[in-house]
């Protein structure tokens, strides 16, 4: 551990660090554009300068490795002017346009020219201008406020591995650009936007929208994919404007996707936000009251197992255990938040979690994927194996189509029947795995919903079992990938069908020939709607999507960002989202709803308040009483032994930007989907 | 001058002449394995000479994918360094040197024989596609100022006399002297020796010890 001197105060850090790390450490503040702790070290801006006893030139400390005796100023007069002189150069040709900038108000530039700016400039020659460049719908450019701190280019080789932006040419010449203007074909491209300390990437359709000192920002939980994103929800009255990604290290890092960080003007378009109820075939607009006694009236009478309900893929915990309850009220076991059919027990936990954690990617040293592509699936997980993958401790297999991941695999085809393969040994990799100090395998859920799920469940336990994945408490390798951020919430309640219940392929063949009356859907959105046959149905839920269309009655609830509420991700990771802002009209919240309704129904559920809920949560599932934190699954038995099909596994998705009733609803997904093609998939060639 | 970061021409596909694969997997295996990347400016210049001496957007991906790297990267090293062209070349590139010591020596007036003779200046191409003038960094030639460089050959201790003759020469299709065209022999004084002029005598007593080694 080296002991160094920083402006007089003795230090003794990491080996390893570099200077501006250990400056950090104690709290000292270095200025920096080039520097990003997860990127790799360019040294290129100059603007970290320190001064060093014994170096007669200041010295850049973001690419300065501490040492032994190292004595280091870093507010003397000289580093004062050294880096005033940095911050001239950078000035010289960045353009005076703050006041039009969409970066002003957050930009490092502004901030740092605040202390090390001079306030007239000595450049009186013509200032350089750059050609705007096309990255695409998400990244808009504005190329002439560029200081080359080449962050974008090493985010993009590095962490989203697409490696697509360069600087070319050389000196004033110099550009960074795609060269042959094409859009970043990354679902993580939507980062370089926070990368950039100026003015020069930023976000397209927040283009001249807002400026940040307008906003309210509440820290909440994305729902676009099943990683429980931690995210920032940057709202004007009752308008989210943007989302950002907040720092979570066992989950996101700093990274979201594009889906998270571009879908949120979905959530102004197509709203339900009042109730409407079905007459002569046509739906329209009615009162809270009319809608739940419709409801009241259709249910006088029905039998309890002529009853359904399907809990859809951005649903809250606390609505789904209410309609849970409410369900048990009325007697029906048929309930479902597997919307996709996967066959996925309600227990044990770790049949259905990410056992290793996020987190526990950073260590694993092999890994197997079955049916999944994490890329589009879950794409900050992706560039979590890519991370691990860069270092060289891990080899990955990939069992399922074939997909442009960001690291190199070992494809072992598309047939699932090289699980059973693998654990008879026959193939390579079942050494490689054996061998493994971490293995991991990662289950997608489109092996899931085949009608063999239940057996390839079963082969992937057996695999985890037989390749030494499953060490007791130390590691747990079994990881299941769900798509959906419903889906571990639902399946910790136990959102499942009861004693003699339809799951949801039965309640949909019961409700075409007849057999069940009313169905309850909570924001499901991604069934077969055409099969509902003649069956009532009742939608709850924010958009007007496929379960609103076929819907007799429509009960208008909040988004993620309307509401406080919780959602578990694909470790069993609880996390609490918050209200952001007010949803549209009448629109409520969803447990509000329900209980509202309880009311109506003359079952009225325990509850009154948020807490009470909570409470009943609790209750329900002990995990939930455990925030942003995951409770280790213990092992047990589950899947159903069976022969394997032959068919090949097919992707899970079909259009990364279109997965949920927010995306659908997005303008700017659909121009990711004008300009990537109709099928997001291929561009990654998922079916190649 | 255009701006380097313009964007480079399309043209038909492209792939190493049987030779030139030959001579890259020579230059690839001075490097260790893995690190055939660092081939890319040997290959460059290759396929810069086999292809009329311009690189295309095809002739840079197709070394993109031969070298296993991704365009981008070679996108950024063609457009760095001002000798790969990314346009159309005339069949003879004259670049004159205009640094300092040919300057003094008087390159200005053998770049004004150029224009003179061909009707283009720096940066162009005469509309017959056979010349392309540009003005070129110090070559190393000083002793000989002032000179310039077409194609491999240096043209040294120039006049605009001289000059015209080389360029008319080449547009006759011949290939001129290159070297110095004052007659002096590589860069020996222009006035005859001024030492040296005898052969050495017998090895003085110091050099005697080293040279029995």
Redesign the interface.
């Known amino acids: 551990m080296p002991r160094l001197t920083i402006d007089g105060q003795e230090v003794e850090v990491p080996a390893g660090l570099t200077l501006l790390q250990a400056c950090e450490s104690v709290g000292i503040e270095i200025p920096r554009f080039c520097y990003h702790e997860r990127l790799a070290i360019a040294g290129n801006c100059r603007m970290c300068l320190v001064g060093m006893q014994g170096s007669p030139k200041p010295i850049a400390s973001c690419a300065m490795p501490a040492a032994d005796g190292m004595v280091v100023q870093t507010n003397t007069p000289k580093v004062h002017a050294a880096r005033k002189g940095v911050m001239e150069f950078l000035l010289i040709n960045h353009p005076l346009d703050c006041p039009i900038c969409d970066q002003g108000g957050e930009c490092d530039l502004q901030d740092q020219a605040l202390y090390y700016g001079f306030d007239r400039g000595r450049y009186h020659e013509n200032k350089r201008a750059v050609s705007e460049k096309n990255f695409g719908p998400l990244v808009k450019t504005f190329m002439t406020r560029c200081i080359h701190c080449t962050r974008c280019i090493r985010f993009a080789q590095d962490v989203a591995g697409v490696p697509e932006l360069g600087a070319t040419g050389r000196g004033e010449d110099m550009e960074v650009t795609t060269y042959v203007r094409k859009a970043l074909s990354s679902e993580l491209s939507g980062n370089i936007i926070d990368l950039c300390p100026v003015g020069a990437l930023t976000s397209k359709p927040y283009a001249f929208v807002a400026r940040p000192w307008e906003l309210s920002k509440t820290e909440s939980i994305d729902v676009m994919d099943a990683l429980g994103c931690n995210i920032r929800i940057d709202a004007r009255s009752s308008e989210v404007l943007r989302v950002l990604p907040r720092v979570n290290e066992d989950v996101n890092e700093e990274w979201i996707s594009d889906k998270t960080r571009f879908s949120c003007d979905g959530l102004r378009r197509q709203r339900l936000d009042r109730p409407y109820v079905r007459e002569d075939g046509k739906l329209r607009p009615a009162t809270w009251n009319e809608a739940f006694a419709r409801i009241d009236a259709k249910l006088k009478g029905v039998a309890g197992e002529r009853i359904a309900a399907i809990a859809g893929d951005l649903v809250c915990a606390e609505s789904m255990l209410l309609l849970k309850r409410l369900m048990e009220g009325l007697g029906s076991p048929n309930i479902d938040c597997r919307q996709d059919g996967a066959a996925l027990p309600a227990g044990p936990r770790s049949a259905y979690l990410f056992n290793s954690r996020i987190a526990g990617i950073d260590k694993a040293d092999a890994l197997l994927l079955i049916g999944t592509n994490p890329r589009l699936e879950a794409s900050v997980l992706n560039a979590r194996v890519r991370k691990r993958w860069r270092s060289g401790e891990l080899k990955v297999a990939l069992i399922g189509p074939a997909g442009e991941l960001t690291y190199e695999y070992e494809h072992l085809g598309e047939d699932p029947r090289a699980l059973d393969a693998l654990v008879a040994g026959e193939h390579a990799f079942s050494q490689v795995l054996r061998d493994a100090e971490r293995p991991m395998l990662i289950l997608g859920q489109a092996p899931l919903t085949r009608p063999d799920g239940a057996a390839i469940l079963a082969a992937a336990r057996r695999l985890a079992d037989e390749t030494g994945m499953i060490l007791g408490t130390r590691w747990n390798g079994f990881n299941i990938l769900h798509t959906a951020a419903a889906r571990v919430a639902g399946l910790d309640l136990g959102f499942v069908p009861g004693q003699g219940g339809r799951d949801v392929e039965g309640i949909l063949s019961g409700a075409q020939a007849g057999e069940i009356d009313v169905v309850y859907l909570l924001g499901a959105d991604e069934i077969d709607t055409g099969r509902l046959g003649n069956a009532f149905v009742v939608y709850q839920g924010h958009h007007g999507d496929a379960g609103a269309h076929r819907a007799d009655v429509i009960l208008p609830g909040a988004a993620y960002t309307e509401k406080d509420a919780t959602w578990v991700n694909t470790e069993g990771r609880v996390q609490r989202g918050f209200f952001a802002c007010l949803p549209p009209g009448q629109a409520r919240e969803d447990w509000a709803i329900l209980r509202a309704l309880s009311e109506v129904l003359g079952r009225p559920l325990p509850v009154t308040t948020l807490a009470d809920v909570r409470a009943l949560l609790l209750e329900a599932a002990p995990t939930f009483g455990t925030l942003d934190a995951v409770v280790p699954a213990a092992w047990g038995e589950f899947g159903e032994a069976g022969a394997i099909d032959a068919a090949p596994l097919l992707p899970a998705i079909d259009n990364y930007y279109l997965t949920n009733a927010v995306c659908r609803a997005s303008v700017t997904m659909a121009k990711c989907v004008a300009t990537f093609g109709d099928d997001a998939s291929m561009k990654t060639g998922t079916h190649g | 001058m255009s701006?380097?970061?313009e964007?480079a021409v399309s043209g038909p596909p492209f792939a190493f002449t049987e030779e030139n694969l030959a001579e890259a997997e020579r230059h690839i295996a001075k490097y260790p394995d893995g690190r055939q990347a660092s081939a890319l400016l040997p290959l460059l210049h290759l396929a810069q000479r086999q292809n009329a001496g311009f690189l295309t957007?095809q002739a840079l991906d197709y070394i993109a994918a031969f070298l296993q790297m991704?365009?981008?990267?070679v996108?950024?090293v063609a457009?760095?360094y001002t000798m790969f062209k990314l346009h159309p070349m005339g069949r003879h590139h004259v670049e004159v040197c205009t640094n300092v010591p040919c300057w003094l020596r008087g390159s200005d007036d053998i770049l004004a024989a150029c224009r003179q003779k061909l009707g283009i200046g720096p940066g162009e191409t005469t509309a017959d596609g056979m010349f392309t003038v540009s003005e070129a960094e110090c070559l190393g030639a000083c002793v000989n100022a002032p000179m310039m460089q077409i194609g491999d050959d240096y043209y040294e201790d120039l006049t605009p006399e001289t000059t015209v003759a080389i360029i008319e020469a080449l547009a006759r299709g011949e290939t001129p002297k290159p070297g110095s065209q004052s007659g002096r022999r590589g860069a020996e004084p222009a006035g005859g020796l001024t030492s040296l002029t005898s052969m050495p005598g017998e090895p003085a007593e110091a050099g005697k010890s080293g040279g029995e080694a």
Request: proline share 8%; net charge positive.
């Open positions: 701006s380097r970061a964007i957007l991704a365009p981008i990267r996108y950024e457009t760095f």
